[in-house]
């Protein structure tokens, strides 16, 4: 185990790099068309559907979510017309957000990371929590949306900015059977959390946004707020409790007992319990994006 003395000059040493990765990606231009159209009150529907529908791979993300039964839609959305009308600009704003930062950061596929891997899992973590939160009445399900959907961001940040880094951190975890988390303090000097804090932080996301995604594994350490990095932390553990080690990076994730009492949950076991619930629908969601896979 390292100790702070050891630390900290790594930690400068990846704080200098995400300095300058602010100033390298650049949002795609129909991303960053569609966000400002949807922050000016005076965008009609037929605007912000045609500039959505320059870019198609958008529209099929967008269809996909809105059709996500952890919407809860009653009805099929089968155009972008009809997505905007039912999500509304908000909803539809938390959607393209969370879709332009996964498509800043986005690399190619290696051994180390298979970027189709970790969009399902970013995507049906955004999913879980946005149901979770509404099942729940948290008022602020759009920013849980957002939270589940880039709560791994930092993990992104590493392996396309810090290759080299990330490549130790994998055999690290995989050879020596070292915590993530773990190895990732060793050889960065923070976690991939911070990692995506620093940066979140730069870009000017909410604070509850933030401080969410750097706590979704131990939301007990939020000093502001609790609740939203609990909400990303349960459905990030429902996950891996599904589909076990399938996303390696989180094959030591266990539940967060000191924040039971934010859901009123006297055990683990009643964490358990509760997700039961959900757990037919994210196996039959995540077999619609190719992951074919039974529970645990």
């Known amino acids: ?3 702070e003395t050891e630390i900290n000059p790594k930690r400068e040493r990846t704080e200098l790099i995400i300095n300058n990765v602010y100033t390298l990606p650049v949002m795609p231009e129909v991303l960053s068309n569609v966000l400002t159209l949807i922050n000016n009150e005076r965008t009609t529907t037929s605007e912000l559907s045609k500039e959505i529908s320059k870019d198609q791979s958008l529209v099929v993300k967008i269809l996909s979510i809105a059709n996500s039964p952890y919407y809860g839609l009653q009805k099929i959305v089968s155009s972008i017309d009809f997505a905007i009308m039912i999500l509304g600009y908000t909803e539809l704003q938390s959607i393209v957000t969370a879709l332009a930062i996964l498509e800043l950061l986005k690399n190619k596929s290696d051994k180390y990371l298979d970027q189709k891997e970790f969009y399902i899992h970013s995507y049906l973590t955004g999913l879980l929590s946005k149901r979770i ?80 995604v750097n706590f979704h594994h131990t939301p007990s350490n939020s000093s502001i707020d609790k609740y939203l990095p609990t909400l990303v932390h349960l459905a990030d553990y429902l996950i891996y409790k599904t589909f076990g080690d399938k996303y390696y990076w989180d094959k030591d994730l266990t539940f967060d007992t000191k924040v039971l009492d934010v859901f009123r949950f006297n055990s683990v076991e009643d964490v358990d319990n509760f997700i039961n619930n959900y757990v037919l629908t994210l196996i039959e969601q995540a077999n619609e994006l190719g992951v074919k896979i039974e529970a645990n």
């Open 1 to 3: 185990m390292l100790n």
């Open 133 to 212: 939160a509404y099942d729940l009445g948290y008022v602020d399900s759009d920013k849980a949306f957002i939270a589940g959907f880039i709560h791994d961001i930092g993990i992104s940040i590493i392996h396309r900015f810090m290759h080299s880094s990330f490549v130790h951190i994998y055999e690290e975890v995989q050879q020596n059977n070292t915590p993530v988390l773990e190895a990732e303090k060793q050889i960065l000097g923070m976690t991939h959390e911070e990692v995506a804090k620093f940066l979140l932080n730069k870009w000017n996301l909410p604070d509850a946004i933030s401080n969410a």
